[in-house]
């Protein structure tokens, strides 16, 4: 992070501490992985980042969910889902549909669950994406309907996106 900061390069700066926060959440230190978050989030903004800012938004939902502060998830959720469509992001919209949809599974909205995975899964049998998000989504479903439907995930926050490149703004 010294060298983009030294360089003057803020994107730079801004993935290295998004992908800090990857490895925070991983080792489950979500007080530091929320931090590192943030952190690039207000840096993305700041250089209008918007890929970056979608994914970190993401990335502080899944932290929230973690932590089982459902609402304050489900907004942050809600502002990645809607830069994703701003910006055309089918990918991270399907992926931050799978985790809205696992969000509310866990908060007992079994409608609201289906009708984001269901989207989800639209969306990635649409662009054709094999993904950990797509095996999540199917999963979901199945659960959340016996198996009377299509195939397919886990209840976990970020298994769809934490630290993938469909999540990591670097990538984006």
Do not use: W
């Amino acid at each position: 992070m010294e060298i983009h900061e030294q360089t003057g390069n803020p994107l730079g700066r801004a993935n290295a501490l998004s992908n800090l926060g990857n490895v925070r959440f991983r080792t489950e230190k979500y007080d530091e992985a929320l931090k590192a978050y943030q952190a690039a989030l207000k840096i993305y903004e700041q250089i209008g980042a918007a890929l970056g800012s979608a994914g970190a938004l993401g990335n502080i939902g899944n932290i929230l969910f973690k932590q089982s502060k459902a609402k304050e998830a489900l907004a942050t959720y809600e502002q990645a889902l809607e830069i994703h469509k701003e910006v055309g992001n089918t990918l991270g919209r399907a992926n931050t549909l799978t985790n809205m949809g696992s969000l509310y599974s866990r908060m007992r909205r079994q409608d609201d669950a289906l009708d984001c995975l269901r989207q989800a899964l639209r969306i990635y049998e649409t662009v054709g994406a094999r993904t950990k998000g797509l095996e999540a989504a199917e999963e979901l479903i199945r659960r959340l309907t016996g198996g009377k439907e299509e195939e397919g995930t886990v209840e976990d926050p970020g298994a769809a996106t934490q630290g993938t490149d469909d999540a990591t703004p670097a990538a984006d």
